[in-house]
């Protein structure tokens, strides 16, 4: 358990901290000083903090808790090694039970979580009263918001330290607004440390919670299908010097199944912080059902979840997707389906107004990428197939969560050359799965043109002909749990000798032959855009390639105007598009 805690506690807790800084923000200057005057925050404020929270829980501990359960259920062969069972194998992550906790404990830590931030502001303005020095509401107003998300004891102590630094501030004969901005900066570095560390306690009291209550849930399925006997349970404490006086007390303690350990709780943790678990021990043998014989059953039948290998790559991403109608919520709901098959935790589709089709959000820690967001544009004026393509896109960047990159260590816009050339052509490869036919013109055409016909010169590639076909290769690669790790890659391809130039130039025919209807592929995903100005613009682009064939060494395609380069690109990657990657 205690590895796992390691592991899982961290993005929890930012995730905790995040959706304190949104409501500090999210709150006005008049419902802070409406708190003050009141005597505690509105109905309609508690009302938002409750939806925050209910969407923390929904997105981020809601799935934490059923990985955790899902752990603990799956570690229970390590309790059991000699039962002759293969235990977790009969294991239901989704039994009543569970989702019973989830839905239960979420309701449960949505009120008391809102009730304790309610008691906290109450507290403040309660207790500002009785300072000898009165604080203006204006004041107090001021320095409530950073301590949004703390508890009662924690806001009061961030009070006192506050007043503490206001007269401070008096003593050394500041001005009024020196005392207060001082003070304000002060309390405001010690609610950050505060919320820290209260989110770090919610997130390792949450996961360890949901942790035992998983490895009990799965020993009473054990022994409900014939495959354990009559168990004990028996509190485990973390064996070192931190452990409490109170659990100390309780190591090694046994009882039934169904009791109560000494102090009344059914499971370990006692207390907030506790990083106590739980063991099963089985004290008689089960009447094993009537069934096939264990040494009759395929050992291939037997296998846990992390190893399985995907080998079909396309059924995990098209598993139960359908072809979404051209609505919002359409379109998010396939989003959503879509990263519920790749397996990425916490994370829902987002469909919001923003510059680009689709963005990931991520930050990087110990060279391992967290994946924040998974955002699609809400306005999107193409045709849905354009939208499923972004849709698939997006999903190849998410999942990256949890693989280790080289980002940090690499080139940005080497690492991106790469990780959006094989996004861009799994999701081709994803859409033509999925049944869209159309050949559809692919986003990054000047870095496509830079890498597929590098990579094609390599062994693994060199049987690629279509988009699709790099794509395969990729969404393979990660699904199966390749890395996000691109410099040695990038390094092998451009060590190689090649005529970007001499490249595009072979696809001049085909464009002179095909040039309307490439012209229509590239504004397929560009709508507002004027054929009649692409013609001229590529006609120019064309004569001045013809001319400069016939001068030796000259660099054609970088003679070009920028206009002029950027359509006949574009045009050459329509080209690679439906004639295949030469």
């Known amino acids: 358990m205690r590895s796992f805690l390691n592991a899982e506690e961290p993005r929890l807790a930012r995730w905790l901290v995040r959706t304190w800084d949104n409501q500090q923000a999210d709150i006005t200057y008049a419902e802070l000083r409406y708190a003050v005057l009141y005597g ?92 000898e020095t009165a604080i203006s509401p204006d004041a107090l107003s001021r320095f409530i918001r950073p301590t949004i998300g703390l508890t009662r004891p924690q806001a009061t102590a961030n009070l006192n330290y506050w007043k503490a630094q206001w007269d401070a501030g008096a003593e050394m004969g500041l001005s009024v607004s020196a005392i207060e901005d001082r003070a304000n900066r002060m309390a405001a570095n010690y609610a950050a440390r505060q919320h820290r560390y209260r989110a770090m306690m919610i997130a390792r009291t949450e996961l360890a919670d949901a942790y035992n209550h998983g490895a009990y849930f799965g020993t009473l399925d054990a022994q409900e299908k014939g495959y354990l006997g009559d168990c004990k349970k028996i509190w485990v404490t973390a064996f070192d010097e931190r452990v409490c006086p109170t659990c100390s007390a309780l190591d090694g303690v046994s009882v039934n199944m169904d009791a109560m350990f000494p102090g009344g709780t059914l499971l370990p943790p006692k207390h907030p912080n506790c990083r106590c678990g739980v063991e099963f021990r089985q004290v008689s043998v089960p009447i094993m059902p009537v069934t096939e014989p264990l040494e ?30 051209d609505t919002i919520e359409d379109r998010r709901k396939f989003a959503n389906n879509l990263i519920e098959n790749l397996e990425v935790e916490g994370i829902k589709a987002e469909l919001v107004t923003m510059d680009s089709r689709g963005e990931c959000e991520l930050y990087i820690e110990n060279d391992t990428i967290e994946m924040i967001s998974y955002k699609l544009e809400k306005d999107d004026n193409r045709s849905i197939e354009y939208k499923v393509k972004t849709a698939f896109h997006e999903g190849y960047h998410l999942l990256s969560h949890g693989r280790k990159t080289d980002l940090d260590h690499i080139n940005l816009k080497d690492f991106l050359m790469l990780e959006e050339t094989f996004a ?33 010169q390599l062994p693994e590639y060199n049987q690629c002909t279509t988009l699709s076909d790099f794509g395969k290769i990729a969404l393979q690669e990660r699904l199966d749990g390749g890395d996000a790790m691109w410099g040695d890659l990038h390094n092998k391809l451009f060590s190689q000798k090649f005529d970007d130039n001499k490249y595009q130039i072979q696809y001049l025919s085909y464009i002179k032959s095909n040039k309307s209807s490439l012209i229509d592929m590239v504004l397929e995903n560009a709508p507002t855009e004027s054929k009649s100005i692409y013609e001229t613009i590529l006609d120019r682009a064309i004569s001045k390639i013809d001319g400069g064939l016939d001068s030796i060494g000259s660099n054609v395609i970088n003679d070009l105007t920028f206009d002029e380069k950027n359509i006949f690109t574009n045009l050459v990657v329509a080209a690679m598009s439906e004639k295949g990657v030469i």
């Open 40 to 131: 505690g925050v509105s109905i309609e404020q508690l009302e938002r903090w409750q939806l925050s929270y209910s969407e923390l829980v929904n997105t981020q501990l809601a799935p934490a808790w059923q990985k955790a359960m899902n752990e603990a259920a799956w570690n229970l062969k390590h309790q059991f090694p000699n039962s002759g069972w293969p235990v977790p194998i009969f294991y239901d992550p989704f039994m009543d039970a569970t989702q019973d906790y989830i839905r239960k404990h979420g309701a449960e830590l949505v009120t008391n979580i809102v009730n304790s931030q309610r008691e906290a502001i109450r507290s403040l303005v309660s207790r500002a009263t009785f300072y």
């Open 424 to 456: 861009e052509t799994s999701a081709h490869y994803s859409a033509k799965a999925l049944g869209i036919n159309k050949k559809l013109y692919p986003a990054y055409p000047e870095t496509l043109i830079e890498t597929l016909p590098r990579l094609k």
């Open 296 to 325: 009759n059953v395929d050992i291939n039948d037997i296998i846990e979840p992390e190893q399985v290998k995907r080998s079909e790559a396309v059924e995990y991403m098209l598993h139960d997707l359908e072809m979404p109608e």
